[in-house]
């Protein structure tokens, strides 16, 4: 590894955490769609590379610029608990091209009933597959779970989007476009914690600032559960109510009136503007390595950790993604 030093920590990422342009900076690296073109080998290659490193073995050359790319490829498509390779639509390099395509042709499409239960379904099977991908530990979930938390955010989903639009029909054309936005942010509230439903049952693993583990925590999922879902309700923001106020203007203009089939396009083209943007962004809300004062777990965890390790006052976990 040359003069590389074996003392860089690639546990915690290249920037300061503690600050919301140093998370900013790593989500944008972290949902970066590039990732989604590396290979299997360029992925075993980099997951070698970060291992070889925490094992203090030396790669001839490596620089560190080379080491914090190889980190950054590894923990794209990797689970940080399980260390499982994640299914290529569940990386939050997926973010973007997958929810560019399926949040446009919501907004596109959204007159017709059919179509409106089809593409929350789409939407929600995605989301299924990012929550169960990114959750927060390494507990198994069941099949029953994983059943029970789709076809209950997949009906949610589309009994707001039908509900509301039932309620829309006699409110100018503008209002319409935004009963996505209302059914995904209800499915959202419903997906998430059921899809994580396992971490609300036996807790995730909190552990001290040195990463050593001390117990699994049920109050700690649930703060983490909770900040994912504002999160996710926040990426969809900007993306669910920029696009359908520009679109309502586009429509009145003679161009896109003579060029209908330009409308779906040029829909999915901007919520993938505006997605490129709000996913890092609002990834980095709350620190990935999120913290909880001791005080604030459950009697029995902390009463364990104050025997075991009186001086400690904040436990740490991952809030998952």
């Known amino acids: 590894m040359g003069d590389l030093p074996l003392d860089i920590n690639i546990q915690e990422p290249r920037w300061d955490q503690s600050t919301f342009l140093g998370r900013a900076r790593h989500f944008f690296t972290v949902t970066d769609p590039r990732n989604l073109l590396l290979s299997g080998d360029q992925l075993e290659a980099s997951r070698n590379i970060v291992q070889n490193y925490r094992a203090g073995v030396a790669i001839p050359g490596l620089t560190e610029d080379q080491l914090w790319r190889a980190k950054y490829v590894y923990d794209s498509a990797f689970h940080p608990d399980t260390g499982e390779k994640v299914v290529l639509i569940g990386r939050m390099s997926a973010q973007v091209p997958m929810n560019m395509t399926i949040t446009g042709c919501m ?39 994983l059943g029970t938390a789709y ?14 639009k039932s309620l829309t029909k006699h409110l100018p054309p503008l209002v319409g476009r935004f009963v996505p936005f ?24 909190v552990t001290d600032e040195a990463g050593q583990r001390l117990g699994h925590s049920v109050t700690a999922a649930k703060q983490g559960i909770f ?47 505006c997605l490129v943007f709000a996913t890092p962004l609002c990834c980095a809300l709350f620190p990935q390595r999120s913290s909880i004062h001791v005080t604030r777990l459950e009697p029995e965890l902390r009463a364990q950790i104050q025997a075991q390790n009186p001086s400690i006052d904040v436990v740490y976990y991952n809030k998952g993604l």
């Open 151 to 164: 076809v209950s955010a997949t009906t949610g989903a589309v009994a707001t989007a039908l509900g509301l």
């Open 227 to 273: 900040q994912v879902v504002i999160s996710r309700i926040g990426m969809a923001i900007p993306a669910m109510a920029i696009p359908p106020v520009i679109m309502n203007t586009l429509e009145k203009k003679a161009f896109l009136k003579s060029r209908p089939w330009l409308g779906a396009p040029l829909q999915v083209g901007l919520v993938g503007f």
């Open 182 to 205: 209302a059914a995904v942010a209800a499915a959202n509230c419903i997906n998430i914690p059921l899809m994580r439903q396992r971490e609300l049952q036996v807790g995730i693993p």
């Open 107 to 145: 907004l596109t499409f959204y007159r017709k009933t059919p179509t409106v239960v089809f593409w929350q379904w789409v939407n929600q099977s995605f989301n299924a597959i990012v929550n169960y991908s990114n959750r927060s530990g390494d507990a198994p979930i069941t099949v029953r779970q």
